[in-house]
């Protein structure tokens, strides 16, 4: 049995955000009972579709589930769902979203008579704020969130992907939301009650961009197809047969990229040492390398790149992932059973090695109990009191304790995400390889103005923390770390497999010293894969993963949808497996091994598409900005530069509205066009007509026009425009928070809440070495001389070294 089948979870509602968030129970065991109405959810119809008609993406989102047929019109409908929930561990509630003719419910009176319920609902925009209620969609949120203005050509469309993305990313966040709730309830008996925003989940992907755009102003435009500010190249290139991602960040990998290509001039031109100077050459550099690629095929050059230590990748087709045998192995690539249809889809990507999750299962017809349903295992010491209330002001995971050994985006996410929830996160750098998100110049000039200390970015990923330095190539350093790992409950890194294993810091050594600790390894591929060694940043991980290849356009290249897409999902999926691991440590006093893969945690987002090609065969259809069920569908430009809105037609009725809006009764008259699959025959007529109403408006003013009927429609924004939001700052969720050389910044919340307003941010990011003292000593107990010690011969410090510096520090360590 599964590591949660303790639980029992309950889901009301249709959203893709909730259904996600639901499975992720199931994965690991929970009982889930999904409640549907007799029509069944609305997401059984959504495309793409199988063979048979049934939906790739409701199979994605609900295998391993039950379901229970209600009838709100039956007279004890009430009585009959009220008596489930008030049996029940968790209730997931998407009923703003779409209430699917759910019965209604008093959450506020069930809560009073079972105070150990976990309670999440999630809604597109929040309860509160300007734009609560506004009709939305998958594309209209992601506008508002940032993540398309800077996605296609220059001169516009800007380019949105397929849907999928925000319900992936709300259901993270809600899950963990409800699994730390399940973790503080193991002491206090006491249930949370949640509310999930799914735009602000989204924003997770824009806070990088939203803390570059403060830092230095409006400097962030489309700069074309699969380019992206600020590096470069950072994209996905022709060869001589398939398409390869490639990222360079670092001089190193640069060089490497040239080398590889015998481009010896523009490997030692001054004026390319970093990627914001090469994304001033782009037209140049790319006339010069494009060619070269075409020389090689992908796989070709991929094994080239592993030898060269360069973030390179080939961007696989559906067909590609489904005939890939690590992946099968691994459980990223599941079998499933649709009716009498067997498929394929995205596994679960916590890669718990202890309580693993599911491998694949069957999708509930309605009404449909699975053989596993209902067999629930009892832990000693989890009943739910029959009263029980939460310490005032006391987090969820407080009590919790964290190393993190993590740098970048992806691990400080994770391990923001554990302390924004109150755990006690120690955050461990060296003077010698301070996190990289405080910037890769080693530059004398960059480290005497402690520049390291002035990136916004950083600071942002990691509040709430605190900061030491150790050098853990010394033994002195390792020594003090092992000491911390000894007491503490979880350890983070995203290095490469082998880094802490080198050190002396592998599971197999860290388990003997401390058996109920969690130790989780996010790097690219997986442990144990034959790609270990494989560069990888956010970029790499989306080119990887297959999403590429459905967006865009049909006759143009795979498109990237960001510049480092892959980071904040491999931080969410980490936090994740993080709290299912905890759940059970805290049952058995057991620890384990996460082997979690990034490239594997953004195969959801391409999920609909395996499961589809696995059992139809047919490649997916393209559709570039319209959509297979919506019409019409697309980015709208508006009056001004640049200026566009995202318009999402989602039935009959908005159809109508949206017609008589913008001046056409004779369509919202016409039965011929009543229907999505009529106006698609139409539907370049139907564009230019929605074109010319929306070149004679403000963006802003058409969105309201548009949501003052009802119509789904999202502004598209720029990261920047994120910062001084009338419906996020009304919510407050961007806090200002003060920190040393930096001032009063701006912060995003997490996207959940359990009043008001968001959780408070306790503390900024640290400073490089700035709890030096207070963990050796208050922690450690290591006396003044010891520490006064470790400080002379650089092992602790709180000065980056320079290049030159360093290097002079690995002759003296040498000799």
């Given at each position: ?5 303790h639980?029992?979870?309950i889901e ?7 259904s996600y ?5 199931a994965?690991?065991?929970?009982d889930?009972?999904?409640i ?7 997401l059984?119809q ?7 008609g049934q939906?790739?993406?409701?199979a994605?989102?609900?295998f ?6 209600i ?6 409908a009430?009585?009959?769902l009220?008596t489930?929930?008030?049996k029940?561990d968790?209730?997931i509630?998407?009923r703003?979203?779409d ?9 506020a ?9 976990v309670?999440l609902e ?6 509160d704020?300007?734009?609560?209620g506004f009709?939305?969609?998958d594309?209209t949120?992601r ?12 001169d516009?469309p800007?380019?949105h992907?397929?849907?999928?993305q925000t ?6 966040w809600g899950f963990?939301?409800?699994?730390s709730?399940?973790?503080a309830?193991m002491q206090?008996?006491a249930g949370?009650?949640?509310s999930l ?7 997770a992907l824009?806070?990088y961009?939203m803390?570059e755009?403060f ?7 489309r700069i ?5 500010w600020?590096?470069f190249?950072l994209?996905?290139?022709?060869t001589k ?11 190193a990998?640069w060089?490497?990229?040239?080398d590889m290509?015998g ?9 390319l040492?970093?990627g914001e100077d090469?994304l ?10 494009m060619?070269?690629?075409k020389?090689?095929t992908?796989q070709?050059w991929?094994?080239e ?9 080939p961007v696989?087709?559906m067909?590609?992932?489904?005939q890939?045998?690590?992946?099968k ?14 498929g394929?889809t995205a596994?679960?990507?916590q890669?718990l090695?202890?309580?693993p999750p599911?491998r694949?299962g069957k999708?509930p017809?309605p009404?449909?109990?699975?053989a596993?349903?209902?067999?629930r ?6 009943a ?5 209330c ?8 407080q009590g919790?304790?964290?190393?993190d050994?993590?740098?970048g ?9 554990l302390a924004?929830?109150?755990a006690?996160?120690?955050?461990i750098e060296?003077i010698q390889y301070?996190?990289?998100?405080r910037?890769v110049?080693r530059?004398?000039a960059?480290?005497d103005?402690?520049?390291?200390e002035k ?8 509040r709430?923390?605190r ?22 409950d979880?350890l983070?890194?995203?290095?490469s497999?082998?880094?802490l ?6 599971y197999?050594?860290?388990r003997t010293v401390?058996?109920?600790l ?7 591929f ?6 270990r060694?494989?560069r990888a ?7 990887g ?29 980490g936090c994740?497996?993080i709290?299912?691991?905890l ?13 979690l893969a990034q ?8 999920a ?8 139809g ?5 393209r559709?570039?900005?319209?959509h ?5 569908h697309?980015s709208?430009?508006c ?6 809105i995202?318009?999402a037609?989602?039935d ?5 509205r949206?017609a ?8 919202a008259?016409d039965?011929?066009l009543?229907?999505?699959e009529?106006?698609?025959?139409v539907e370049?007529g139907?564009?230019?007509g ?8 403000d963006a802003q003013?058409a969105?309201?026009?548009?949501q ?5 429609a999202?502004?598209v924004?720029?990261p920047?425009?994120?910062l001084?939001?009338?419906h996020?700052?009304s919510?407050?969720f961007?806090q ?7 001032g ?6 997490m996207?959940?809440?359990?009043g ?5 941010i306790?503390?900024a990011?640290?400073t490089?070495g ?7 000593s208050?922690l450690l107990?290591?006396s003044?001389?010891?520490i006064?010690?470790l400080e ?5 410090g ?9 290097a002079?520090?690995k002759?003296v360590l040498?000799?």
């Open positions: 049995m599964g590591v949660l089948s639980l029992r979870v009301i509602g249709s959203s893709a955000a909730t968030c639901a499975r992720l129970f994965d690991f065991g929970a889930v009972q999904k549907e109405s007799p029509g069944g959810d609305p059984r959504s495309a793409p579709l199988t063979p048979r939906s790739a993406w409701f994605f989102l609900n391993n589930k039950s379901s229970i047929i009838d709100r019109a039956e007279p004890d009430v009585t009959r009220t489930l929930i008030e029940c968790i209730l509630d998407g703003d979203v209430s699917a003719d759910c019965p209604p419910i008093d959450i009176v069930i809560r009073q008579r079972r105070p150990g319920l309670y999630a809604s597109w925009f929040g309860q704020g300007p734009y609560a009709a939305a969609t594309a949120i506008a508002l969130a940032g993540l398309v203005k800077l996605v296609g050509p220059v516009g800007p380019l992907a397929p849907d999928f319900g992936i990313l709300a259901g993270l963990i939301a409800a699994a709730s399940a973790v309830r206090d008996g949370r009650s949640w925003s799914i735009l602000e989940s989204s924003v824009s806070e961009l803390a755009a830092a230095r102003g409006d400097v962030m435009r074309g197809v699969n380019r992206f600020p590096g190249p994209g996905i290139y022709e047969n398939g398409w390869l991602g490639v990222t360079t960040v670092t001089l990998q060089r490497a990229f040239c290509l481009l010896s001039r523009l490997r030692d031109d001054p004026a040492v970093l090469r001033q050459h782009a037209e140049e550099i790319e006339r010069q390398f060619p070269r690629l020389m090689r992908a070709e991929f094994a790149g592993l030898k060269r230590k360069i973030p390179i990748v696989p087709e067909s590609d992932l489904l890939d045998a690590e992946k192995a691994r459980g990223a690539i599941v079998p499933i059973l649709l009716g009498e249809e067997e394929l596994g679960s990507m890669r090695t202890l309580t599911r694949g999708v017809a009404g449909e109990q699975q596993f349903a209902n067999t295992r009892h832990l000693t010491g989890t739910l009191a029959s009263s029980a939460i310490e005032a002001g006391r987090l969820p995971l919790t304790r964290v190393i050994f993590s740098m985006w992806a691990g400080p996410l994770c391990t923001r995400t924004d929830l109150g006690d996160v120690i955050k060296a301070p996190d990289w998100w910037g110049d530059r004398q960059y480290v103005g402690q520049m390291y990136t916004v970015r950083f600071c942002i990923m990691n709430n923390k900061g030491i330095t150790l050098d853990l190539r010394r033994p002195e350093g390792l020594a003090v770390a092992k000491r911390l790992l000894a007491h503490a979880i983070v890194n995203n290095y497999v082998d880094v294993p080198k050190l002396g810091l592998g197999d050594v860290l401390n058996p109920r969690i130790m989780i390894s996010m790097s690219a997986g442990a144990n894969s034959v790609y060694n494989c940043y956010g970029s790499t991980l989306e080119q993963s297959g999403l590429p290849t459905v967006i865009g356009n049909a006759d143009g290249p795979p498109v990237m949808s960001h510049t480092a897409f892959g980071d904040a999902v491999g931080g969410l999926n994740a497996a709290l299912v691991a759940i059970y440590a805290r049952t058995t006093g057991q620890g384990q091994f996460i082997d490239i594997e945690c953004m195969m959801p987002f391409a609909p598409w395996i499961t589809a090609h696995s059992i065969g047919m490649p997916p259809k559709y570039g900005n319209r297979p069920q919506f019409v019409p697309g709208f430009r009056a001004g530069e640049d200026n566009w995202v318009v037609v989602t009959a009725n908005m159809w109508k949206l008589l809006l913008i001046g056409r009764p004779d369509w008259e039965a011929s009543k229907s999505a009529a106006r698609r025959v370049d139907i564009e230019t929605i074109t010319s109403w929306t070149r004679t408006r003013k969105m309201s026009e548009l003052a009927v009802n119509v789904a999202g502004v924004r720029l920047i425009d994120l001084n939001d009338r996020l700052k919510r407050a961007l200002e928070v003060e920190r040393a050389f930096i009063l910044h701006p912060q995003p919340s996207p959940m809440r359990e008001a307003r968001p959780y408070a306790r503390t990011a640290p490089l700035q709890h030096n003292r207070e963990i050796l208050g107990r290591l003044d001389a010891e006064a010690r002379r011969e650089g092992i602790i709180t000065v980056m070294l320079s290049e030159g510096e360093l002079r520090t002759k040498s000799e």
